[in-house]
């Protein structure tokens, strides 16, 4: 497709349980960005690729998140032994460079 | 710490009349700045950005104004349209940062 597509849109998981999100980012788009916005919140950044490298993850909470491109395309942002407070909507952006970014829909998590 | 700062929730215009939607940022070192627009369900679009070397820049109805002394930009919309209701964030970074930072975002509501 033409745009960054996400999925799952919505998943519900219990407390202690690992999930995956995917993101598919615009063909050609060199950076990829994770950010992760909570209810009534702007985004905030986690994690950065430039292809296939993972160039900043600063903003990962903790050791539980890890964000993954091996290939430089897709990518997948994996939440281990999920807590409450990681529900959020999960949003994937590419761009070209590092200026407009271009979003997904997002996927929102919610952990029981 | 909040570096980007949207201190107005909302925001409610008339069909027609000038909307307004403040931003304040911290960091000095922050010299490019983007609005994103977004609706439901849906990821933020990129609307419009200026570098700090400009004050002004305007794309059709649309106009970002930068203060760098006062450390203050805002987005005018005129004339507002029904179709503008959205959420409007500000986000700011270094040039050529990828860590973009947002602020919590305004509720424009234009009524017809």
């Known amino acids: 497709g033409a745009g960054v597509s996400q999925s799952p849109r919505y998943k519900v998981a219990k407390r202690g349980q690992d999930v995956a999100l995917r993101c598919d980012p615009i063909?050609?788009?060199?950076?990829l960005f994770w950010y992760q916005q909570a209810l009534g919140q702007g985004p905030e950044f986690l994690t950065y690729?430039?292809?296939?490298?993972?160039?900043?993850k600063s903003g990962l909470p903790s050791d539980r998140f890890f964000a993954e491109r091996p290939e430089g395309s897709v990518s997948t942002l994996k939440i281990q032994r999920t807590q409450q407070e990681d529900s959020a909507v999960y949003l994937c952006?590419?761009?070209?460079?590092?200026?407009?970014?271009?979003f997904g829909e997002g996927s929102r998590l919610t952990v029981l | 710490d909040q570096q980007v700062k949207q201190n107005s929730p909302s925001l409610s215009v008339q069909e027609g009349r000038i909307s307004i939607l403040n931003c304040d940022y911290t960091?000095?070192?922050?010299?490019?700045f983007l609005w994103y627009k977004k609706y439901p369900a849906e990821g933020p679009t990129f609307l419009i950005s200026i570098s700090s070397i400009k004050d002004k820049n305007e794309d059709g109805r649309f106009t970002v104004f930068l203060n760098k002394s006062a450390k203050h930009l805002s987005l005018h919309i005129v004339p507002s349209q029904p179709g503008d209701s959205a959420v409007y964030f500000c986000?700011?970074?270094?040039?050529?940062?990828?860590?973009?930072?947002f602020g919590a975002g305004t509720r424009l509501t234009v009524k017809p």
């Open positions: 063909s050609g788009h060199v950076s």
């Open positions: 986000a700011a970074s270094e040039w050529n940062n990828n860590d973009m930072r």
């Open positions: 952006a590419s761009s070209r460079d590092t200026g407009e970014l271009f």
């Open positions: 960091n000095s070192m922050f010299d490019y």
């Open positions: 690729f430039q292809n296939e490298a993972q160039l900043d």
